[in-house]
T-cell receptor, first 113, second 114 residues
Framework: NAGVTQTPKFQVLKTGQSMTLQCAQD?????MSWYRQDPGMGLRLIHY???????DQGEVPNGYNVSRSTTEDFPLRLLSAAPSQTSVYFC????????????FGPGTRLTVT | QQQVKQSPQSLIVQKGGISIINCAYE??????FPWYQQFPGKGPALLIAIRPDVSEKKEGRFTISFNKSAKQFSLHIMDSQPGDSATYFCAAIYSGAGSYQLTFGKGTKLSVIP
């Protein structure tokens, strides 16, 4: 099992550019989520999904879009990047009845200039 | 509103010492409290977890203590080793139906020096 994979590992964007962070898992987990990690701020939930076709907002959803067309994939879209979105982004997955036991990907470090 | 407060922000402990990280929560609906460990450049990984009907849970050198009346819980790392140097996050969740958000503390960076 590859677990949770994320691409790319690093990305630099200019303000206003768009991009998609990719996330995939091979554990057949219903629940998938996106977090951002900033120094001193811990992990903040951006969006989550409890199954294909179902998504919902977390604590900091503004500026980000998600969709879930398959169980395996949960991409995060930045439509118009801003410097405030400079962060490390983590995707995670778990069984829907075990949200406390999330498996995290290796992260994507995004810099917006 | 910060629902899970974690302290200290950073901690330096001598090898062989005890590392103690504290967390406090506000939402009494929370009923499951996991701890995550994150090494530099990696994603967090589940370390240990506890329910509030248990006052203490031990796994190897890691122990969670829980004080339900005070709404506080803590992680103790006994005989701390340099390999324990990492960032630790406490978290809380209501495990009932329809609850899908894990709330994290802001993290504690632990450095264990030889």
């Amino acid at each position: 099992n590859a677990g949770v994979t994320q691409t790319p590992k690093f990305q630099v964007l200019k303000t206003g550019q768009s991009m998609t962070l990719q996330c995939a898992q091979d554990m057949n987990h219903e629940y998938m989520s996106w977090y951002r990690q900033d120094p001193g701020m811990g992990l903040r939930l951006i969006h989550y999904s409890v199954g294909a076709g179902i998504t919902d907002q977390g604590e900091v959803p503004n500026g980000y879009n998600v969709s879930r067309s398959t169980t395996e994939d949960f991409p995060l879209r930045l439509l118009s990047a801003a410097p405030s979105q400079t962060s490390v982004y983590f995707c995670a997955s778990s069984r829907k009845d075990r949200i406390s036991e999330q498996y995290f990907g290796p992260g994507t470090r995004l810099t917006v200039t | 509103q910060q629902q899970v407060k974690q302290s200290p922000q950073s901690l330096i402990v001598q090898k062989g010492g005890i590392s103690i990280i504290n967390c406090a929560y506000e939402n009494t609906a929370f009923d499951y409290f996991p701890w995550y460990q994150q090494f530099p450049g990696k994603g967090p990984a589940l370390l240990i977890a506890i329910r509030p009907d248990v006052s203490e849970k031990k796994e190897g050198r890691f122990t969670i203590s829980f004080n339900k009346s005070a709404k506080q819980f803590s992680l103790h790392i006994m005989d701390s080793q340099p390999g324990d140097s990492a960032t630790y996050f406490c978290a809380a969740i209501y495990s009932g139906a329809g609850s899908y958000q894990l709330t994290f503390g802001k993290g504690t960076k632990l450095s264990v020096i030889p």
